[in-house]
T-cell receptor, first 117, second 114 residues
Framework: GAGVSQSPRYKVAKRGQDVALRCDPI?????LFWYQQALGQGPEFLTYFQNEAQLDKSGLPSDRFFAERPEGSVSTLKIQRTQQEDSAVYLC???????????????FGEGSRLTVL | KQEVTQIPAALSVPEGENLVLNCSFT??????LQWFRQDPGKGLTSLLLIQSSQREQTSGRLNASLDKSSGRSTLYIAASQPGDSATYLCAVKARSRYGNKLVFGAGTILRVKS
């Protein structure tokens, strides 16, 4: 596609519900990132994929957060037993040349805004 | 651990004024620095990317500089317009054990008054 696509754009969940957020990266982009952005803050790193391999998940805040990219394209971020502090915008980004040091620009989607009541 | 700080947190200026946004980072071992714009409820739009070997980049009314040794970058906006009102985010591509990541500042909220 022309850009990074995320769905749903808005999600309201009751505390304790499970949610799944989808990211369609730019076609051919091998690197994919998930970021969490709380209100009034900058994005915080969650996890990173190179093709289907999850190379870094050090930013996931708890074991309730799980991300996958089984075929190296579409990625899903799943949050189990949601809590109020999970309310944030979840941003996905992709890149074609991220590992090449100096090169590699990240392109971001519009995000999925999660509100946990 | 790489940390990025942006000053000021918010800025309000009259239309037509030139302005400077500041970004500082704690670890100079970066690959590049990127400035983004974020409109309310929207994702991030890349404005300028400066490679670690470069000193500045220009696009239209925007000019970004990078002083890697001192850990600083500035974004200069000339002849500001109400349409420039947005949050501006600075991010560095930092080396990490598993494949590098963008580390963001908290942003500067800019309001240009007509």
């Amino acid at each position: 596609g022309a850009g990074v696509s995320q769905s749903p754009r808005y999600k309201v969940a009751k505390r304790g519900q499970d949610v799944a957020l989808r990211c369609d990266p730019i076609s051919g982009h091998v690197s994919l990132f998930w970021y969490q952005q709380a209100l009034g803050q900058g994005p915080e790193f969650l996890t990173y994929f190179q093709n289907e391999a999850q190379l870094d998940k050090s930013g996931l805040p708890s074991d309730r957060f799980f991300a996958e990219r089984p075929e190296g394209s579409v990625s899903t971020l799943k949050i189990q037993r949601t809590q109020q502090e999970d309310s944030a915008v979840y941003l996905c980004a992709s890149s074609s040349a991220w590992t090449s040091g100096d090169t590699g620009e990240l392109f971001f989607g519009e995000g999925s805004r999660l509100t946990v009541l | 651990k790489q940390e990025v700080t942006q000053i000021p947190a918010a800025l309000s200026v009259p239309e037509g004024e030139n302005l400077v946004l500041n970004c500082s980072f704690t670890d100079s071992a970066i690959y590049n620095l990127q400035w983004f714009r974020q409109d309310p409820g929207k994702g991030l739009t890349s404005l300028l990317l400066i490679q670690s070997s470069q000193r500045e980049q220009t696009s239209g009314r925007l000019n970004a500089s990078l002083d890697k040794s001192s850990g600083r970058s500035t974004l200069y906006i000339a002849a500001s317009q109400p349409g420039d009102s947005a949050t501006y985010l600075c991010a560095v591509k930092a080396r990490s054990r598993y494949g590098n990541k963008l580390v963001f500042g908290a942003g500067t909220i800019l309001r240009v008054k007509s």
